[in-house]
DNA sequence: CTGAAAGCGCTTACAG
DNA sequence: CTGAAAGCGCTTACAG
């Protein structure tokens, strides 16, 4: 093996040379659609083939001005859903023929170098998957003329496109399922209170409870971090008027919740406290937590989101666009069920509530 | 807000009008160590500002023949270490003034659809995290004289450079523990026999055990699957002469594992069952697992990939390098411990056999 | 230190 | 259908 420099790369004039046709006859070879004889494509594919010689994608880049780049922006990947949508991401852009560009583990808070990033590699679009910075970020490229889509989340001016759930209506299903489910104090551990998720989660949440006469929440702030939602829980549950329905702002806290409530303080779950999270992310289903949760259907909010892109990506208009998709309580062991309103659905347990 | 097709862009030429300066001077200007002086510096900058000028990274890309960017070729996120990798991957990424384009969401099957794109976007260098098509792939990439670095794996042939733990030394003090915990029966249950962790894990397991005059495993093969691993697992353990210690060969098969030991089949851990992992990823830690684990030092290993990396693109001298780090294992609540051995070291246990 | 010029590897009117 | 040519937005010898 001779050690080399990054080998110079076959061109499409060393590929014309030797298929003896033009430059002009290889580049369209390689573009579907244009317009070229069979036997002259495949005197270049015979070419190159023999050369190995493959597009280069970047001088493409700079004369079609389109890099077929989409940047994914997600602070973090602690939180099992972001992974999956990542993972989705990346299976429905390919098959788009675009790449991936990620941005991930950097503070939520310089959003500045990441927005030179996108901006150095004229990306084609943007998903913005990280709380904090989003309002910021996606005001900037959205002014650059870059198509952005807030997953998960919405900023108040509604200038930039989002994919979400029914936050406030899922928080509402929560609080419903818990008065069925005969519970008398009610808590709510947050997360981010700055997040669009978390302010619907709450408002409906809130507005559920009070419809059925209750109107104290015992609050703390999680922040959508495991660490914080453990000391949260701990202050909570320690004390003698704890809740006995808890509502998580997501999974990713719930499961620590359950465990400090379990393990530290030897509550049994659900008798002596019932837990409802969000997200029906990876660990709650698993049969150590059985999370009771609001789903969120992952792979239609990663369909909504790219269908978005590419649409506004072929069409040239950035016309703000909100896909608000809806969820499902999905039932499982974290709480006390109530007398009706759970039913299977294929082969899964949802609580749909008669309507009033 | 006039929806646009995406602008233009501001180009240098632009913005050298604007100064009153060639655009050989606002290029200057861009390029870190060129001759510029201050003055018309900031004439440049002034200019620049203005107008919101941000260097083409592609057209940079094509005339420098580096584009900056790093591919990862990670197949699935699910289990938790790898987005933890990626995470850690895009922090110092970024700080070398690199990008992350990620490979992910596709089948395991076919390598040559991404190999296709690495090649086609030019990428400086690649880090491969994907179980199965890492031979293949390495090769064509090693051959294309792009550096790659195999994460958390080997081939046969070590042409290509790799940074893995000690796999078979852990496999080898996972049976020491085991031996040491008075453990009669023991089991494995394997993740995809044909990589190479698994067969270095299983290698050293076997010999440690053999060296206690332990020749008998019990078997099962989990393909480091969740589903897989939870059918192993049923197999292996509702049998009457089910092992007593049992290694997984990863933490994301050792959670699906125990909860099937503990809520399907009744069995106390680690009264009935001691269970080993490999990993020490995030829900190993979780206190409803609670796993005896072998860390790999994912920060040191994410370092270790970076560097050989940019070694070898400044010198362009691809020689392959193996890093092999150490790892500990991890003492917690899933598996019964020994007499002896177990230290504590920075307020996490650890077990350290006194050496023979 | 500075500017004019060549050239990176493509796509795409344009003329035939 | 095909080729010659212009040009995308930069970097970088080269000459001054």
Redesign the pocket.
Known sequence: MDSGVKK??????QVARRAG?????V??T??PG????P???AKVMAAAKELG?R??AI??S????RSRIIAVVMAYLENLFYPDVLEELGRLLVKENYRLLLFTGFMDRDSDPVFDQLMQYRVDGIVLASTSLSSELSEECAAAGIPVVLFNRTTERDAVSSVTTRNREGGRRVAEFLVAGGHKRFGYISGLESSSTNRDRFAGYKEGLAEAGHTEIIYEVGNYDRAEAEAAARKMLSKPDRPDALFVANDHMAVAVMDVARHELGLSIPEDLSIVGYDDVGPARWTSYGITSMSQPLKRMVEATVNILMDQISSGEIEAEHRILNGELVVRTSARLPKSGVVEVDGRRIFKPAKG
Chains 1, 2 share one sequence.
């Open positions: 110079p790369g076959v061109t499409s004039s046709v033009s430059q002009s006859a580049s369209r390689f573009t244009a317009s070229i004889s036997k002259t494509r010689y597009p280069n001088a493409r700079l004369i079609t001005n």
